[in-house]
């Protein structure tokens, strides 16, 4: 077991041999082994072998029809249905949909059994701003007394063969319940379902057999024994997440470019030229209610006919996803889409039309001397002119962390203190740390919806705009908007993408190579313990400008210097920290935190270098070079309202690095930060979650 788990792992996650291929390598080790050798050379005694059966089925469907396909004897596929123009002939690949389910309580229970330490374990590892601590969860956990496993479902189409121009459809899970960066593990995300075809899935065929297991579940709940121990858990659901056109085709509603896209209001859109746009003084704020919308999706099923189908009020027929989902509680609007690759880049489409070359060009010089933490992996290599080109982690970096003091240095005054506004409100709602972080986000949203066509005009109205002033009440209910995204989706893609061979049979060769992964991996997750990492002497000639400095600090603080132990890095739990010595070899820049000395004074944030770490009884400390504040402030470069103003300078100080050197614990340390230069100074933004998908 341990030898086809070594060759499964190297075959798999590192070759990616297909089916036929991998069989023919084992029958050739095999023939070289000695006899006698059990080496298995067959899937069924592969399987045999780590005491599994393969559990999911699949189905194949006529693509134009969507009824079940027959088999000849020649083992091609063919329509029966008689009313469908493919009736009784072999169906070619592009014509079939394939539909595999897989089996959802199998698969919870590895991922169970893989993070079993840390679901029991009574220590809190989930950030503020997570999921776990939305009002949504706490209301339904304070529900039951069992154990408690949370689905988050999330889905999207993705190409997989040019040639036919076959997609692929999958319906991921993931578990609230690990926390984070774990839960985004590809080994820790349930695949329920795939659709593979040239057409867009039918949620109602694609989703019926998976929700009704979902539903069971819910129902009754399940057991596993693991280590010995019977473990009962009670099975919930927290959102259905993806980008707009996936929502409105799994839900069964308008798209955004129509009437009544908004899923959260009731508003109506109006015709503007060539397009349909929600102007904030014609907004009807009135959220749907679940029951509602059940009744609007009945009388839309009932008053379409054949090709014909009506909507009411946006809503176009009755989707299975509202049996596990409450609408629209649990339909979320994705930042990633909305945000990143939405509003942000529209944006700066209309600024490179505003300004004049030169200001483009000082924006690209600016992008390409940014130095980010060394697990944000951005660099700008397309101009802010193709911004079309740039991927979502590029813009989230702009909103959250680079782009305000860029906006600044290059727009109109108008024009820059709009865009702080939007900085403002979508880094707060991003981790919002104190619950006045969500209402204070709330009134910009909406301060900055009312004014954007007096800065700009009526055509940046899209339903995405419309969209953002739901995201406080979304935040309120689910946590903040890193953790409610599709960046996780988007990696899941990549690692399935991997594991196609061929043309045929897609979806059966990705669910089957997931299977196996989830056979293969399967360590038990331990908690990582906080560590020094890259020891250094104290006599090494990287210390030689600073040893002084540290030696003296050290005294002062009552440690014996020879008990000391010095380190370039520090990893503490999922995150790991740098220091510039270690960074001087790189162009990352991990080594700008932002901390708390004194915890009486909470509201006081300091910002610093760190130099190097050190270990002394135990206990981790930081040696530090202080930044300290500028006569400048960054409130002084806009015209906003004094409030808006306070909160601006505080989440971006205008900072310079002192000649003042300190020693800090580690646990003083809040986030890492991006410095960029600014008005000759530095503009400092904190990252204040630490391990989002690149």
């Known amino acids: 077991m341990k030898s086809m788990k070594l060759l499964m792992d190297f075959l798999i996650s590192d070759v990616h041999l297909d089916k036929r291929n991998i069989l023919r390598l084992l029958k050739l080790i095999k023939f070289l082994l000695p006899e006698p050798n059990t080496l298995p050379t067959t899937w069924k005694s592969i399987m045999k072998l780590f005491g599994r059966t393969n559990l999911s089925s699949t189905t194949f469907l006529c693509s134009r029809c969507h009824q079940l396909c027959g088999k000849t004897t020649f083992n091609t596929k063919i329509c029966r249905n008689e009313t469908c123009l493919h009736s009784k002939r072999s169906l070619r690949t592009n014509e079939i949909v394939e539909i595999v389910n897989l089996d959802v309580r199998s698969q919870l229970k590895l991922i169970v059994n893989r993070n079993i330490k840390i679901l029991t374990k009574n220590e809190n590892y989930f950030p503020t701003c997570d999921i776990s601590n939305g009002s949504f969860y706490q209301t339904t956990l304070s529900k039951s007394k069992l154990n408690t496993i949370t689905l988050v479902l999330h889905t999207d189409g993705a190409p997989l063969v040019r040639t036919t121009k076959q997609s692929i459809w999958p319906l991921f899970a993931s578990v609230v319940e690990i926390p984070p960066p774990l839960r985004e593990y590809q080994n820790n995300i349930i695949l329920l379902a795939l659709w593979s075809s040239k057409s867009k899935p039918n949620v109602n065929v694609f989703l019926k057999k998976t929700v009704d297991e979902i539903k069971i579940l819910m129902a009754e709940g399940t ?29 069964q509603t308008t798209y955004f470019n129509g009437y009544y896209a908004c899923h959260y209001c009731v508003t109506k859109g109006l015709w503007s030229g060539s397009i349909v ?23 839309a099923e009932k008053n379409s006919t054949g090709k014909r189908i009506t909507s009411v009020q946006g809503v176009k027929g009755l989707s299975c996803l509202l049996d596990i989902m409450a609408y629209p509680q649990q339909i979320l609007l994705d930042y990633m889409h909305l945000v990143c690759l939405g509003h942000v880049q529209t944006l700066i489409k209309r600024w490179c039309q505003l300004i004049d070359k030169e200001e483009v060009m000082k924006m690209d010089n600016m992008l390409l001397k940014t130095r980010v933490p060394h697990n944000i992996h951005v660099v700008y290599n397309e101009s802010s002119s193709a911004v079309e080109c740039w991927k979502a982690k590029h813009s989230r970096l702009f909103v959250l962390n680079i782009g305000l003091p860029i906006g600044i240095t290059c727009l109109p005054v108008l024009n820059a203190s709009h865009w702080a506004i939007y900085c403002v ?27 954007i066509s007096e800065v700009y005009d009526q055509s940046l109205e899209y339903y995405s705009l419309h969209a953002h002033l739901h995201l406080p ?17 988007e990696s899941c893609i990549r690692y399935i993408k991997k594991q196609v061979h061929g043309t045929k049979h897609l979806a059966s060769q990705i669910a089957y190579w997931y299977d196996m992964e989830n056979i293969v991996k399967n360590k038990i997750f331990e908690v990582p313990s906080s560590t020094g990492v890259n020891q250094i002497d104290l006599n090494n000639e990287q210390l030689g400008d600073y040893r002084e400095l540290v030696i003296n600090l050290i005294q002062m603080n009552d440690q014996q210097l020879e008990q000391v132990e010095f380190y370039k890095r520090y990893k503490h739990q999922f995150t790991t920290y740098h220091t510039a010595l270690y960074d ?31 270990k002394y009884d135990s206990e981790y400390f930081a040696f530090i070079q202080k930044y300290r504040m500028s006569k400048k402030k960054i409130s002084d470069f806009v015209e906003l309202p004094t409030e808006i103003l306070q909160r601006l300078d505080g989440l971006y100080p205008l900072v310079e690095l002192s000649n003042d050197y300190d020693i800090i614990s580690v646990e003083a340390f809040r986030h890492k930060c991006v410095a960029i230069e600014f008005q000759d100074v530095f503009c400092i933004s904190e990252i204040r979650v630490d391990f989002e998908h690149d």
């Open 584 to 614: 001087k070899r790189f162009k990352c820049c991990s080594f700008v935190i932002s901390y708390i000395k004194d915890k009486n004074y909470r509201n006081v944030i300091n910002y610093a270098n760190i130099v190097v770490f050190y």
């Open 473 to 489: 009440a979304q935040v309120r209910l689910h946590g903040g908007l890193s953790f409610c995204s599709a960046f996780t989706f």
């Open 223 to 251: 057991s596993f024994f693991i280590n010995g121990m019977e473990f009962n858990f009670v099975i919930r659901t927290q959102f259905f997440i993806s980008d707009l056109p996936a929502r409105s085709l799994f839900l």
């Open 277 to 299: 746009v929600y102007p904030y003084h014609h907004n009807d704020l009135k959220l749907r209610s679940h029951a509602e919308v059940i009744a609007a999706a009945k009388e």
């Open 425 to 451: 409100a979508i880094k707060l709602l991003h981790a919002p740390e104190p619950i006045e972080d969500i209402n204070f986000a709330e009134r910009l949203i909406n301060y900055y919806c009312r004014t």
